[in-house]
């Protein structure tokens, strides 16, 4: 709850807005953007590489998006599935939107597609018991390789 209620703290309230309006992308771990939409790696992830793909308009459900924004948005979804594969070799994903605060939405009001990578017995109960994740991986180092990753299959979308 504490990283729930924090989301909205500035005036602006939303993260995804403020990597929407650019600043620092490698700090903000923007992967890439197209003309409607970006990819961001999720800075509370449930597993490494779980990442968020997002209309740049501030929009809350998929019936408020055009044809166009819905179609980049699952091409982008498709496209990380690709980096992340060729990456860090999950063994599934869960992909899918929590649509309003009493469906598990941190950010109900810019709506967002997680993907999550997922291996055979990930699951643990750290989240439940200590309000501590268990990441292998550095955000950081993880981003630097999935837009290497998103270079050499010559994704069409705009890397910062």
């Avoid at 063994?91 to 597609?113: E, K, S």
Wanted: proline residues 7%.
């Amino acid at each position: 709850m504490e990283y729930i209620d924090g989301l909205a703290v500035a005036d602006d309230g939303c993260f995804l807005c403020r990597c929407r309006d650019g600043g620092d992308d490698v700090r903000d771990l923007v992967l890439w953007r197209g003309p409607r939409v970006l990819v961001v790696l999720n800075r509370f992830p449930y597993t490494g590489g779980h990442s968020l793909v997002a209309p740049l308009e501030h929009l809350a459900a998929p019936t408020d998006l055009d044809d166009s924004t819905l179609l980049e948005m699952f091409q982008m979804v498709r496209d990380l599935q690709r980096v992340l594969e060729k990456t860090i070799r999950p063994q599934g994903f869960n992909i899918g939107m929590n649509l309003g605060h009493c469906a598990g939405a941190g950010l109900p009001d810019h709506l967002h597609v997680h993907v999550v990578p997922r291996w055979s017995g990930d699951t643990n109960f750290m989240p439940v018991l200590g309000e501590a994740t268990v990441i292998p991986v550095a955000l950081a180092k993880l981003h630097a390789q999935l837009r290497q990753a998103a270079g050499e299959l010559n994704l069409p979308w705009q890397m910062p």
